[in-house]
Protein backbone atom coordinates (compact mmCIF):
# COMPACT_ATOMS: atom_id res chain seq x y z
CA UNK A 1 0.00 0.00 0.00
CA UNK A 2 2.92 2.46 0.73
CA UNK A 3 4.66 1.80 -2.27
CA UNK A 4 1.89 2.58 -4.34
CA UNK A 5 1.06 5.40 -2.64
CA UNK A 6 4.49 6.91 -3.13
CA UNK A 7 4.62 5.94 -6.70
CA UNK A 8 1.49 7.33 -7.30
CA UNK A 9 2.86 10.66 -5.86
CA UNK A 10 6.12 10.22 -7.94
CA UNK A 11 4.06 10.12 -11.16
CA UNK A 12 1.35 13.01 -9.79
CA UNK A 13 4.52 15.21 -9.40
CA UNK A 14 5.78 14.84 -13.14
CA UNK A 15 2.34 15.54 -14.57
CA UNK A 16 1.46 18.40 -12.05
CA UNK A 17 4.68 20.07 -12.92
CA UNK A 18 4.05 19.34 -16.74
CA UNK A 19 1.07 21.57 -16.35
CA UNK A 20 2.91 24.43 -14.36
CA UNK A 21 5.52 24.87 -16.46
CA UNK A 22 2.99 24.66 -19.41
CA UNK A 23 1.11 27.81 -17.95
CA UNK A 24 3.97 29.25 -17.22
CA UNK A 25 5.00 29.92 -20.41
CA UNK A 26 2.24 31.87 -21.72
CA UNK A 27 3.79 34.26 -19.38
CA UNK A 28 6.63 36.63 -20.46
CA UNK A 29 10.02 35.75 -18.65
CA UNK A 30 9.26 39.60 -16.93
CA UNK A 31 6.35 38.39 -15.84
CA UNK A 32 7.37 35.44 -14.62
CA UNK A 33 10.41 37.44 -13.07
CA UNK A 34 8.31 39.89 -11.39
CA UNK A 35 8.85 40.28 -7.69
CA UNK A 36 5.06 39.67 -6.18
CA UNK A 37 5.62 38.78 -2.83
CA UNK A 38 6.03 35.34 -2.75
CA UNK A 39 8.68 33.76 0.05
CA UNK A 40 11.10 33.37 -2.75
CA UNK A 41 9.92 36.62 -4.65
CA UNK A 42 8.44 35.60 -8.05
CA UNK A 43 7.93 32.41 -10.01
CA UNK A 44 10.91 32.16 -11.62
CA UNK A 45 12.34 31.99 -8.41
CA UNK A 46 10.01 29.75 -7.16
CA UNK A 47 10.09 27.44 -9.80
CA UNK A 48 14.32 27.56 -9.19
CA UNK A 49 13.87 26.81 -5.39
CA UNK A 50 11.58 23.56 -6.28
CA UNK A 51 13.91 22.64 -8.55
CA UNK A 52 16.62 23.13 -6.09
CA UNK A 53 15.16 21.71 -2.74
CA UNK A 54 14.54 18.51 -5.49
CA UNK A 55 18.02 17.69 -6.42
CA UNK A 56 19.18 18.95 -2.36
CA UNK A 57 16.69 15.73 -0.83
CA UNK A 58 17.98 13.51 -4.27
CA UNK A 59 21.24 13.84 -3.39
CA UNK A 60 20.25 13.02 0.34
CA UNK A 61 18.51 10.18 -0.60
CA UNK A 62 20.84 8.46 -3.01
CA UNK A 63 23.74 9.74 -3.34
CA UNK A 64 24.67 11.67 -5.99
CA UNK A 65 23.34 14.61 -8.31
CA UNK A 66 23.60 18.61 -8.02
CA UNK A 67 24.35 20.25 -5.03
CA UNK A 68 22.96 23.36 -5.12
CA UNK A 69 24.81 26.00 -2.60
CA UNK A 70 21.81 27.97 -1.28
CA UNK A 71 17.67 27.25 -1.13
CA UNK A 72 16.72 30.34 -3.09
CA UNK A 73 19.78 30.02 -5.54
CA UNK A 74 18.39 30.82 -8.99
CA UNK A 75 19.82 27.65 -10.91
CA UNK A 76 19.00 28.90 -14.47
CA UNK A 77 17.57 33.02 -15.42
CA UNK A 78 16.43 31.16 -18.83
CA UNK A 79 12.80 29.02 -18.70
CA UNK A 80 13.43 27.06 -21.37
CA UNK A 81 16.52 25.81 -19.64
CA UNK A 82 14.96 25.71 -16.26
CA UNK A 83 12.35 23.81 -17.67
CA UNK A 84 14.43 21.26 -19.29
CA UNK A 85 16.24 20.49 -15.94
CA UNK A 86 12.50 20.12 -14.16
CA UNK A 87 12.00 17.11 -16.76
CA UNK A 88 15.26 15.48 -15.89
CA UNK A 89 14.75 16.12 -12.54
CA UNK A 90 11.25 14.83 -12.44
CA UNK A 91 12.20 11.86 -14.26
CA UNK A 92 15.10 11.00 -11.77
CA UNK A 93 12.35 11.23 -9.12
CA UNK A 94 10.22 8.73 -11.22
CA UNK A 95 12.98 6.23 -11.48
CA UNK A 96 14.16 6.43 -7.81
CA UNK A 97 10.77 6.16 -6.52
CA UNK A 98 9.51 3.55 -8.31
CA UNK A 99 12.47 1.53 -7.86
CA UNK A 100 12.23 1.70 -4.22
CA UNK A 101 10.60 -1.57 -2.47
CA UNK A 102 8.99 -1.37 1.28
CA UNK A 103 12.47 -2.02 3.10
CA UNK A 104 13.87 0.56 1.40
CA UNK A 105 11.48 2.83 3.07
CA UNK A 106 13.19 1.84 6.86
CA UNK A 107 16.46 2.86 5.02
CA UNK A 108 18.04 5.70 7.50
CA UNK A 109 19.74 8.42 5.99
CA UNK A 110 22.28 10.73 7.48
CA UNK A 111 22.68 14.17 6.12
CA UNK A 112 23.59 17.81 6.95
CA UNK A 113 21.35 20.40 6.89
CA UNK A 114 21.98 24.10 5.32
CA UNK A 115 23.03 24.65 8.63
CA UNK A 116 25.48 21.95 9.42
CA UNK A 117 23.06 20.02 11.51
CA UNK A 118 23.56 16.25 11.33
CA UNK A 119 20.12 14.57 11.21
CA UNK A 120 19.20 10.86 10.67
CA UNK A 121 15.87 10.45 8.89
CA UNK A 122 14.06 7.01 7.04
CA UNK A 123 13.56 7.28 3.70
CA UNK A 124 10.02 7.10 4.06
CA UNK A 125 9.08 9.89 6.27
CA UNK A 126 11.59 11.83 4.11
CA UNK A 127 9.87 10.92 0.73
CA UNK A 128 6.60 12.16 2.78
CA UNK A 129 8.21 15.84 3.02
CA UNK A 130 9.65 15.61 0.06
CA UNK A 131 6.03 15.46 -1.75
CA UNK A 132 4.69 17.85 0.97
CA UNK A 133 7.18 20.30 0.09
CA UNK A 134 6.58 20.74 -3.43
CA UNK A 135 2.95 20.86 -2.91
CA UNK A 136 3.93 23.48 -0.57
CA UNK A 137 5.30 25.52 -3.31
CA UNK A 138 3.11 24.70 -6.41
CA UNK A 139 0.38 26.13 -4.75
CA UNK A 140 2.30 29.88 -4.37
CA UNK A 141 3.24 28.69 -7.76
CA UNK A 142 -0.57 28.02 -8.94
CA UNK A 143 -1.43 31.45 -6.79
CA UNK A 144 1.65 33.76 -8.85
CA UNK A 145 0.07 32.46 -12.22
CA UNK A 146 -3.87 33.61 -11.27
CA UNK A 147 -1.65 36.88 -9.79
CA UNK A 148 0.52 37.36 -13.05
CA UNK A 149 -3.02 37.45 -15.36
CA UNK A 150 -3.71 33.34 -15.79
CA UNK A 151 -7.76 33.54 -14.93
CA UNK A 152 -7.80 30.01 -14.59
CA UNK A 153 -4.47 28.16 -14.40
CA UNK A 154 -4.61 24.21 -14.71
CA UNK A 155 -5.76 22.15 -11.93
CA UNK A 156 -2.92 20.90 -9.87
CA UNK A 157 -5.49 18.93 -7.67
CA UNK A 158 -4.10 14.98 -6.93
CA UNK A 159 -7.30 14.31 -8.00
CA UNK A 160 -7.09 15.23 -11.43
CA UNK A 161 -4.24 13.21 -11.83
CA UNK A 162 -6.06 10.45 -10.58
CA UNK A 163 -9.41 10.70 -12.68
CA UNK A 164 -6.99 11.21 -15.74
CA UNK A 165 -5.12 7.72 -14.38
CA UNK A 166 -8.21 5.99 -13.66
CA UNK A 167 -7.69 6.18 -10.24
Not at 34 to 39: A, E, Q, S, T, V
Not at 59 to 84: I, S, Y
Amino acid sequence: MLKDRFDELAAYNRFVNVRLYKDAATLSDEARKRPIGLFFGSLHNTLNHLLVADYIWMRRMTGDGPQPERLNQVLHEDFEELRAARVAEDDRIFEFVTGLRPPDYDRVMEYRNSTGKVFQQKIGPALTHFFNHEAHHRGQAHAALTILGIPEPQSFDLLAWQRANGG
